[in-house]
């Protein structure tokens, strides 16, 4: 009888957990990506590459005039959906890597950057507005600018 109390108990705070919402963390954008018509992407060491929404498809228009590969803009909007458990006041930027970042995107006026790695967690610290958070490293692999033309285009 004691053994089936405590397996009704165990299984009913198990039902409880499962059913309570479940806590997202923190959005670090609110910037719907169909809205956007301009992407700046600078990386320490490499010219800036500038994107732009042209009827509809996206184009490169600097370093070079291109078409864009869809698919790797999709990678670089990925950064908008980014949610994080951790949002920390921007501060003192110098102690996340921040002060000279390795990765800066720009989002029509709203601006992204990268930083240091979070050794115990792997994470990146990633500046937007007047927050630092902490989201998967993943969120800075950006295409290179070869990786980012559209095969077969001009």
Wanted: proline residues 5%.
């Amino acid at each position: 009888m004691r053994n089936r109390i405590l397996f009704f108990l165990v299984i009913s705070v198990g039902a409880i957990l499962y059913f309570l919402p479940k806590d997202e963390g923190f959005s670090v954008s609110k910037t719907d990506p169909s809205s956007v018509t301009r992407i700046e992407i600078s990386k320490k060491g490499s010219e800036s590459v500038l994107l732009e929404k042209m009827g509809g498809r996206w184009k490169i228009v600097s370093p070079v005039r291109k078409d864009v590969n869809p698919e790797k803009v999709k990678e670089i909007f990925s950064v908008l959906n980014a949610r994080s458990d951790q949002k920390l006041d921007a501060g003192d930027l110098s102690r996340f890597g921040l002060d000279k970042p390795d990765l800066s995107l720009k989002f029509d006026g709203e601006s992204f950057e990268f930083g240091m790695i979070y050794p115990l967690t792997g994470q990146q610290y990633l500046h937007a507005g007047n927050s630092v958070y902490l989201v998967s490293a993943k969120y800075a692999l950006i295409p290179s600018l070869s990786e980012l033309e559209h095969a077969g285009t001009s």
